[in-house]
């Protein structure tokens, strides 16, 4: 007969053992997403998240873009055809590459595959794309990132603007405020949306906080976001903030989507 108590020690020895391989399991997971030991979009090895080779590639394209809108041009040019017909009511975008395969999956593993490291490529890439001009001549007040609806951050976790914007901050010196915008109330995600339903889904979505204590006025704001499509979400909040006095607002983008007979 089994004594009750090897017995009941034998069980205690299991079920650590079983807990302790579930915890390794766990920490083997995270350790495999925050240090990634193949290219995601070759999956060659690679120190980084993306090797030398794919970023060559991909990712750093000398392309001649809109200093408005950062939509893709075959030559240098003051601004766009549709920012001379309908302009924006931001100033000024910077791009870090432009959103389409294999490079969209960057975008996608951080938003959707929970690789927050991947932030931080995402703005050293941005970061670099930007002239030193940019810093020097007129640098922003504040770094602001596109805020998230409640829903969608609860859903997430995250918001990856914020985690983009942290990035910048720290390599340019520019604050951030995370908290200066807020969604007034929750909207559809625009890539389900019809164009012509956009700008009617965005308006008069955003809105400042006065809690954060100052105002936009006299100020040069620069937007942070992980991706531009239309631009409307990016207009809607530029609109309120110079509506509120901003002087300038610019924005800082990871990525870009290709619109119609981009020239890439």
């Not at 290219?39 to 750093?60: A, F």
């Not at 998230?148 to 990035?167: M, P, T, V, Y």
């Amino acid at each position: 007969m089994k004594n009750p108590a090897a017995s009941e020690l034998q069980g205690l020895r299991l079920r650590i053992q079983h807990h302790g391989q579930n915890f390794l399991s766990k920490v083997r997971h995270e350790l495999a997403r925050a240090i990634p030991g193949a290219c995601l979009l070759c999956q060659q090895d690679s120190t980084g998240p993306v090797c030398d080779k794919c970023r060559q590639q991909t990712v750093v394209r000398k392309i001649h873009r809109c200093p408005r809108c950062a939509v893709a041009m075959s030559a240098p040019a003051a601004v766009c055809g549709q920012c001379l017909r309908h302009p924006p009511a931001f100033d000024l975008s910077f791009v870090g590459f432009c959103y389409r395969p294999p490079a969209d999956q960057l975008i996608l593993a951080l938003k959707f595959g929970h690789r927050t490291a991947l932030a931080s490529w995402l703005g050293q890439q941005l970061f670099d794309a930007i002239p030193d001009r940019y810093w020097q001549d007129d640098a922003p007040d504040c770094l602001i990132p596109v805020p998230l609806s409640r829903q969608r951050l609860q859903e997430r976790g995250f918001n990856q603007a914020l985690e983009i914007a942290r990035i910048l901050s720290r390599l340019s010196g520019v604050p951030v405020w995370p908290d200066a915008t807020e969604r007034l109330r929750d909207t559809q995600p625009q890539a389900s949306l019809p164009l012509s339903e956009r700008k009617r889904n965005l308006h008069q979505a955003f809105g400042w906080r006065a809690e954060q204590g100052v105002l936009p006025a006299g100020r040069h704001i620069a937007l942070v976001d992980d991706v531009m499509t239309s631009g409307m979400t990016l207009h809607e909040i530029a609109t309120m903030l110079k509506l509120n006095g901003a002087r300038r607002v610019s924005v800082l983008l990871a990525a870009r989507t290709p619109s119609p007979g981009d020239a890439l």
